[in-house]
């Protein structure tokens, strides 16, 4: 069946590093894949997004990457802020969106 | 817009009570998600509608589940009788699928079954 999975359910970096947040999918027939954050008592937020007809697309400060051959998908975070601490999910979407389970982004000062 | 708005923000209840939760999706969207997230499932869809009509339900765990959405301003997620089980944070969500598929999550609402 469809699954959506993160590579590590935890990730703790240095203020200021790049931060990499992976994601592997199953479903060959998604066409449409988006990264959400959670902060600590609030409900997912959009961050970027991307369409399966592409392989990267920047937003600020973020940079989504997909390869489609190996079903794979990335969130990289530049300059990462202690604000940017959160759980990071990725989504696909075949008519209707699967999540994953969520990576843990801590922010060491 | 305020967003997609739920309540109660907080619900503790007794086992074997009905529990009823709302939400108010974003004026507009056409399309609205219950989910449930607990530390051990993570983010479940439950079920969710496009234009006030069920698409897909196969998330909904036992019949003790029912959603409604009378009109596009409004959905309850009932649960009769509740259990300890339940307890969880059950987020409603709503997107515009004339735009993207990105969908708005409201606060959440975190029930708590004794």
């Known amino acids: 069946g469809e699954s959506v999975g993160l590579h590590l359910p935890t990730l703790s970096v240095q203020e200021g590093d790049n931060s990499i947040i992976n994601c592997a999918y199953s479903?060959?027939?998604?066409?449409?894949f988006i990264w959400y954050k959670q902060e600590s008592g609030k409900g997912p937020q959009f961050i970027i997004d991307?369409?399966?007809?592409?392989d990267k697309r920047q937003g600020q400060r973020v940079t989504v990457l997909l390869n489609k051959t190996v079903k794979h998908l990335s969130l990289q975070i530049a300059a990462t802020q202690p604000g940017d601490s959160a759980v990071y999910f990725c989504?696909?979407?075949?008519?209707?969106?699967?999540f994953g389970d969520g990576t843990t982004l801590t922010v060491k000062p | 817009d305020a967003g997609v708005i739920q309540s109660p923000r907080h619900e503790v209840t007794e086992m074997g009570q009905e529990v009823t939760l709302r939400c108010k999706p974003i004026?507009?969207?056409?399309?609205l998600f219950w989910y449930r997230q607990t530390m051990m499932r993570g983010l479940e869809l439950l079920i969710y509608?496009?234009?006030?009509?069920?698409?897909?339900d196969s998330g909904m765990p036992e019949d003790r589940f029912s959603a409604k959405m009378p009109n596009a301003s409004f959905s309850t997620l009932k649960i009769q009788p509740s259990e300890p089980r339940d307890s969880a944070v059950y987020f409603c969500?709503?997107?515009?699928?004339?735009?993207?598929?990105?969908?708005?999550f409201g606060p959440g609402t975190r029930l708590t079954v004794t």
């Open positions: 969500a709503s997107s515009f699928a004339g735009s993207s598929y990105e969908q708005y």
């Open positions: 509608f496009n234009n006030n009509v069920p698409i897909d």
């Open positions: 479903n060959s027939a998604s066409d449409y």
């Open positions: 991307i369409r399966s007809n592409m």
């Open positions: 989504a696909e979407n075949a008519g209707k969106s699967t």
């Open positions: 004026s507009g969207h056409d399309y």
